[in-house]
């Protein structure tokens, strides 16, 4: 019926493929979490097999009553065998309420616990590490693949229990009643397996499909609805849509109707197989009741066995899959917590005391572990007085990110050493390191809150008072009143709220209330217009009064002011020199300068 | 739950293939209840009257409607699956088609997140309830009429017994659905927060690390977390008090029978088989009704996720192509602004007031002024990016509002500040406006756009993938790319937003070259932030707070001594200082 469609580009094949089955490592480190619970988890298991065996007994206390009851005409024991099927359900109905309650809470608490393990892990992690994973795959580790491991924990663990125990209960009670009948059931049980495992085979790989059809959907969406801007200036709206429905949309829906064929026929089969195995009862076991081998009551509480016989066995085989997910969510999220600190601090590392600012670099390098060939940096070596205003210049790819990377241990250099105020801060704790720095970077980041909370992290410890003069000091504080709410006034997504400019100030502000004793500044390169700029210049003095400095430069203003330029060049500081002294070498910074920085101002059909 | 009834829309594209599926449900259903009559034979006349030859029979047809089960059964599931994966293709087909034209006004207050999960969440839920849902619903009802009626054929005051533990049955499931729905919205949100809460800590994660913020952040994840974990745990108190007592219910039932019937079997009243059979009756029956919880809940979450779906495909797009456009010829690309005013949708503060103006065709217009002046909003009422307010726009003497929004914004090249490139190929973002360019005319429109050197350097050349899978380019590339993209449309009429202001100095020189050539032989508005980039246009506009302040060439605006006279002597002042300073600093034979 459908031609084969067009498949998604491999990728999207990649994350659940890790794993085909059955892994005692993922087992383990999923054991390590359920571990402090394990009282809660044996309670739960003795509650369970306390609730089977109220389900087991019900078809014996029926047969009892057909048996002794009605056929001997013996009231008593009808009333007894009633008693006793009250008696059970009471006892199953407090076990499973109680195993629910223990277990599933335990299975809660496990989740909580891995979902904050996994995010103090990720607190610790490199910056490198989040160069490499983007951030829709972190949260997909954090929530999808942590809520498949919970459908696991919490129910299906025990349910796999239920289901094989009241398996081996029925099969024990049928075996009880009559062993010939039972091996007539019996011998539909290698055509289940026989069913189920065809069926398994047939699904995995459709499945497989149908996820990677999902994310491809996910993805394409994602994309054309983030750039739809950009669509509509393209006006293909149109050939997107063919796109979608022809490709992505058909190879899910293609998939979809696939595993529908293999689920419409699995599940009848089994049921069918029940049938047949109730059939075989009754034709066979009807005929030993009347050569008296059997009683009424054992045939009516075997065809009621084999209901109960086969919904654990489809159960069963359901949770596979479940169990499949699962290992392939633990794998990951196993990966992700053993992912190795990189910078993490050293043993015995020390808190750095309040410094001076005084920074040197010796003889540094620098490559990424995954491309040991190029080198980022190459034998850099610097030495900066406290107070002292660096400017660092160069194109794109320098290096000039990397050195203030390295001097905020984001990332640790692979040869030499940095040292602040003469301590290797390798050996420091990098939260006393980090606690003396500030950071401004080139896109100035603004969580969701308010305006006074984003400026308020920057010293938890600061008063509103300090706040404000933060924002008095850099110039923000009347664009702020100016706010609807003033400095409640809340920060969009992404703080769409507040222009280029503002958002700048607003971090700005945020640095200054942190008062580190190094700054560190990503100048932004986009434009402002001239009022603002000329706030953002006065605000930048504020800033870096009195504390050492590290500014990645794109204003002239700041490089021209800088007491040490460094001109970076494919990993190298080629020139160093305060401004004129540069221009005078006519070397690369007056190449730089000549044809870039005054390009901005000086007008190109000028000359 | 109201919003259920717009599925019905969904599914009348289908309405044989649903008509077939429940008649097969209602086939499936009978013959399930048709086994415990069976089974009451099999006891009475096979076991009590010792008829052998009825057991065979007996046993025959059990396995005959076990075996025409499985087929109907098998065939009532496919059609159903069939359908439901259908109408969820349609319906994402639909939405993804739909939110493609909404308007740009729709967008800015719309989240990315949101819509994406409109189309995967949201038709999921549909497609769950139309898949298993709603047929399990039906299937509880078949069952439950049909198994009542057999009980009350067989005997009406055992049936009223027996079914008296349903009752509460019936009641305490629906209204835990119902209730249900509440506690997973608390959920719901809890994890919601929890994400947002992750997405906004990895992502500023430079800050935190930068700021020694962790502590604070794994505080705030703890305490989202901490409100998952009461959501769910308040999920699971109620669903242990529910779900043992159900079963327990369907027991109490069984021993009601086994008791009251068991005593008028021995009466005589009913036969031994007629009580098996009323037992059997009655798990036919509890089976689905324990179903219940779920199924309401199903419903519950289709119907939101139905009411959500709706909230996006019944927002017109506000910006539409006329019914009947007017033609044009070759248009020469002449562009006016009468009396036009623009408000953006829930701002008080009008962005545009009295904008009048003509471009020649061939003219560069340039604007300038201050950040939130409103420059980006005119230059988007060219290509109906949003409509005037008041006023109109006229290209070649014609509304645009009277063209055809397809030919309209084809004739229009857009450069942005940053430019948003889709992981695909380089050669597949270039010919975004041109799907099937050739590979001569992308590799023009790279050259003129000075992009074609770099994407030779890449691994796969114009093959090679950008974006999230692929590799990252540099600022400065993507904005080549974004006009070599523009370029390839051939548009008579260019707009240059911001375009070379986010990249590096070097960069920033490359592109301007590239701009210059792509800017002959068509109307081109500049947007800048320097008075150099502006002042060789035929017209310059100064925009201040929504209108324009100041127009005229660059020597009329400078001996006007307004705001553009202000800009001019700022920027000219640092000029000046660093022209002097490098004609005393450069050394001597350089040049």
């Given at each position: 019926m459908t031609t084969q469609s067009v498949a998604p580009p491999s990728y999207f094949h990649h994350e659940d493929e890790i794993l085909r089955g059955y892994d005692p490592n993922v087992i383990r480190g999923l054991l390590a979490f359920i571990h402090p619970y394990q009282r809660e988890f044996w309670l739960s298991f003795l509650l369970m097999i306390l609730g089977s065996v109220g389900a087991v007994a019900g078809p014996y206390l029926v047969k009892v009553a057909l048996d002794s009851g009605i056929e001997q005409g013996s009231v008593s024991a009808l009333r007894n065998a009633a008693l006793w099927y009250l008696a059970a359900a009471l006892l199953q109905w407090a076990a499973t309420y109680y195993r629910l309650l223990v277990m599933a809470r335990a299975g809660q608490s496990i989740i909580y616990d891995m979902r904050a393990s996994l995010f103090g892990h990720l607190q610790r992690l490199s910056m490198g590490f989040f160069s490499r994973f983007s951030v829709g795959r972190l949260i997909a580790r954090v929530i999808s693949d942590v809520t498949s491991i919970r459908n696991f924990v919490t129910w299906a663990v025990i349910a796999i229990a239920r289901s094989f125990f009241t398996l081996i209960g029925v099969m024990a009670a049928m075996l009880a009643l009559d062993l010939k009948l039972s091996l007539y059931t019996f011998a539909v049980l290698p055509l289940i397996i026989l069913a189920t495992m065809v069926f398994r085979n047939k699904v995995r790989d459709i499945y497989r499909r149908v996820r990677a059809g999902n994310s491809w959907v996910n993805s394409v969406l994602a994309e054309n609805i983030n750039g739809v801007r950009v669509v509509q200036a393209f006006s293909r709206q149109g050939y997107n849509y063919r796109r979608f429905s022809g490709e992505t949309n058909k190879y899910l829906l293609d998939n979809n109707l696939q595993a529908a064929r293999s689920i419409s026929l699995f599940f009848p089969t089994i049921d069918f197989l029940g049938t047949l195995a109730i059939s075989l009862v009754v034709w066979l076991g009807g005929a030993a009741v009347l050569g008296a081998q059997v009683t009424p009551g054992v045939l009516v509480a075997f065809v009621l066995y084999i209901e109960r016989f086969f919904q654990p066995i489809q159960d069963l085989s359901r949770r596979f899959d479940q169990f499949q997910a699962t290992m392939i969510a633990g794998e990951r999220i196993l990966e992700l917590l053993h992912t190795?600190?990189?910078?993490?601090?050293?043993?015995?590392a020390v808190e750095l005391p309040r410094i001076r600012g005084e920074v040197l670099f010796e003889h540094v390098s620098f490559h990424y572990s995954d491309d040991p060939s190029t080198p980022v940096l190459e034998e850099v070596d610097l030495s900066v007085r406290p107070g002292q205003t660096i400017a660092l210049v160069g194109e794109?790819?320098?290096?000039k990110s990397t050195l203030i990377k390295l001097l905020s241990r984001f990332h640790d250099p692979t040869d030499g050493r940095v040292l602040i105020d003469g301590v290797d801060?390798?050996?420091?704790?990098q939260a006393s390191l980090r606690r003396q720095m500030g950071i401004v970077l080139q896109e100035p980041f603004l969580f969701g809150g308010s305006v006074y909370e984003n400026i308020h992290f920057g010293n938890l410890d600061a008063s509103a008072e300090d706040v404000q003069a933060a924002a008095r000091a850099v110039g923000a504080h009347d664009f702020i009143m100016n706010?609807?709410?003033?400095?409640?006034?809340p920060v969009e997504e992404g703080g769409a709220l507040l222009s280029v400019g503002q958002r700048q100030l607003i971090s700005f502000a945020r640095a200054l209330l942190a008062d580190p004793r190094i700054l560190i500044l990503d100048e932004a390169t986009s434009s402002v217009d001239t009022q603002t700029e000329l706030l953002i210049q006065k605000a930048l003095a504020r800033l870096l009064e009195g504390r050492t400095s590290f500014v990645i430069a794109h204003r002239l203003s700041t490089i021209v002011k800088s007491d040490l330029i460094l001109v970076m060049n494919q990993g190298r500081i080629v020139e160093r020199g305060r401004h004129s002294d540069l221009l005078k070498q006519g070397g690369l910074y007056y190449n730089l300068y000549s044809m870039g920085f005054q390009e901005r101002i000086v007008d190109k059909y000028d000359e | 739950m109201k919003h259920l009834r717009k599925i019905l829309p969904l599914i009348r594209p289908y309405r044989a293939q649903v008509v077939v599926a429940v008649l097969l449900l209602a086939a499936v259903t009978s013959m399930q209840l048709v086994i415990p009559g069976i089974i009451r034979d099999v006891i009475d006349r096979g076991l009590v009257q010792r008829e052998l030859h009825a057991l065979g029979v007996s046993a025959l047809v059990i396995l005959g409607i076990g075996a025409l089960r499985a087929i109907t059964a098998a065939l009532q599931r496919y059609t159903t699956e069939w359908t439901s994966t259908r109408v969820a293709y349609d319906l994402r087909n639909r939405l993804f088609n739909h939110i493609q034209h909404l308007s740009f006004s729709y967008h800015d207050r719309a989240q990315t997140g949101q819509l994406v999960s409109r189309c995967i969440e949201d038709v999921g839920s549909v497609q769950a309830f139309l898949g298993f849902g709603a047929i399990e619903l039906l299937q509880a009802f078949f069952m439950t009429v049909g198994a009542l009626a057999l009980m009350f054929l067989t005997d009406a005051r055992l049936a009223i017994i027996a079914s008296l533990p349903v009752i509460p049955l019936v009641i305490q499931t629906s209204a835990f659905g119902i209730r249900a729905s509440g506690m997973f919205y608390a959920v719901d949100n809890a994890l919601g927060k929890l994400s947002s809460t992750l997405q906004e800590n990895v992502t500023g994660v430079q800050v935190v690390r930068a700021f020694a913020r962790e502590p604070h952040e794994i505080g705030r994840f703890d305490s989202a977390n901490r409100e998952l974990f009461d959501a769910r745990v308040h999920v699971i108190d109620e669903w242990a008090k529910v779900m043992p007592t159900s079963a327990f219910l369907v027991s109490l039932s069984t021993i009601l029978i086994l008791w009251v019937g068991g005593r008028m079997a021995m009466e005589g009243t009913l036969s031994v088989g007629q009580v098996v059979a009323f037992n059997g009756y009655l798990l036919l029956l509890a089976a689905p009704v324990q179903e219940l919880v779920w199924l309401v809940n199903t419903a519950g979450e289709a119907a939101a996720g139905l009411q959500r779906a709706f909230e996006v495909l019944d927002s017109p797009p506000s910006v539409r192509s006329p019914a009947m456009p007017v033609s044009t010829g070759n248009l020469t690309g002449r562009v006016e602004f009468r009396d036009v005013s623009f408000g953006y949708e829930g701002e008080e503060e009008p962005a545009l007031q009295q904008i009048n103006f003509i471009a020649q065709p061939n003219q560069v217009i340039g604007l300038i002024g201050p950040t939130g002046a409103g420059k980006t909003t005119l230059v988007s009422l060219i290509p109906r990016f949003y409509d005037v307010t008041a006023g109109s726009v006229l290209l070649d003497g014609v509304?645009?509002?009277?063209?055809d929004l397809t030919l309209l914004r084809q004739q229009i090249g857009i450069v942005l500040q940053t430019s948003l490139l889709f992981s695909a190929s380089i050669r597949e973002n270039i010919a975004?406006?041109?799907?099937?360019?050739s590979e001569e005319r992308i590799i023009v429109a790279a050259r003129a756009a000075q992009a074609h050197d770099f994407i030779l350097r890449t691994p796969e050349a114009y093959a090679t993938v950008v974006g999230e899978r692929g590799i990252t380019l540099s600022g400065g590339q993507r904005q080549r790319v974004a006009i070599a993209r523009a370029l390839l449309i051939d548009p008579r009429i260019l707009i240059l937003d911001d375009a070379t202001s986010s990249v590096d100095t070097e960069t920033e020189h490359r592109i301007q070259n590239a701009l210059a050539g792509l800017m002959k032989g068509r109307t081109t508005f500049i947007i800048a932030q320097r008075i150099a980039s502006v002042r060789h246009a035929d017209l310059i506009l100064v925009i201040d707070k929504g209108r324009i302040l100041e127009r005229g060439r660059h020597a009329d605006l400078l001996a006007q001594k307004g705001l553009y006279r202000e800009i001019n002597d700022l920027q000219l002042a640092q000029h000046a200082e660093f022209k002097t300073e490098l004609s005393r600093l450069a050394p001597a034979g350089d040049d």
């Open positions: 190795e600190v990189e910078t993490g601090d050293a043993p015995g794109t790819g320098a290096g801060i390798r050996t420091v704790t706010l609807r709410q003033g400095y409640q006034s | 509304d645009v509002r009277a063209l975004l406006g041109v799907p099937d360019a």
